[in-house]
């Protein structure tokens, strides 16, 4: 009798560490993260990878990341994107990330090309991203850091930029200096890369203009 009182409570003790375990790995697919410019912080939601292919001894793989809605006149939409040199192909190698130049292409930097914006109204033009009313920011300096590249991403920056507001669609103020950080958690989408047709060739000296149409779809 004891024997069997003994293997029903293993079972049971099993079953709750199983169900533990569940609930964990459960919590730990949830997308999640958060861009923060100045004293505002909106949540992101979902996450992307656009690979541009190799560029001198580098691979051109961007990152980006959106909250849940990007127009409204009443609520704060976000978006963060990232262009980087990774030292392995679409995908984004473990490490830090510092500020490079593009036309070196240097594994484990990032371009001061990159842009993050916070407010109302946030669409893609062929001069870049745009915010109607609010802030987008370029990055002066900082580090961005992946901690993980498997199923799941980890990554976050922490720097300062040069931040632009922008008020009806019109520049209305630029500081620089300003601090921002972003992080996120969660799945990636991976896209091949998308330029616009009036583009520079990926072998040209000059930057290629993207489309960020990922994020819009």
Sequence with gaps: MNTIVKLFSLVLICSFFSCSSDSVDSQSTTNGGA????????????????????????????FSARSETLSG????????????????????????????????????TYTPWGESLLGLNITSTDKGLRVAN??????????FTVT?????????FSGKGTANTFANGVLTTTQENVD???N??????????????????????????????????
């Design 35 to 62: 861009l923060t410019i100045g004293d505002k912080t909106i949540v992101l939601s979902q996450a992307y990878l656009e690979n541009y292919g190799k560029r001198g001894n580098a691979y051109n793989v961007d």
């Design 180 to 182: 921002f950080s972003m």
């Design 134 to 143: 609010g802030i987008s920011i370029k990055p002066t300096e900082g580090v």
């Design 73 to 108: 006149t009443n609520t704060d939409a976000a978006v963060v994107y990232f262009e980087l040199f990774s030292s392995v192909d679409k995908k984004l190698a473990k490490g830090d990330y510092m500020l490079g130049d593009y036309s070196s292409a240097t594994a484990f």
């Design 184 to 217: 996120y958690t969660g799945n990636v989408k991976i896209y091949a890369g998308v330029e616009y047709t009036t583009a520079k060739k990926v072998n040209s000296k000059e930057r290629v203009a993207k489309a960020h149409t990922v994020l819009f779809n």
């Design 148 to 156: 993980e590249n498997g199923k799941q991403y980890k990554v976050n």
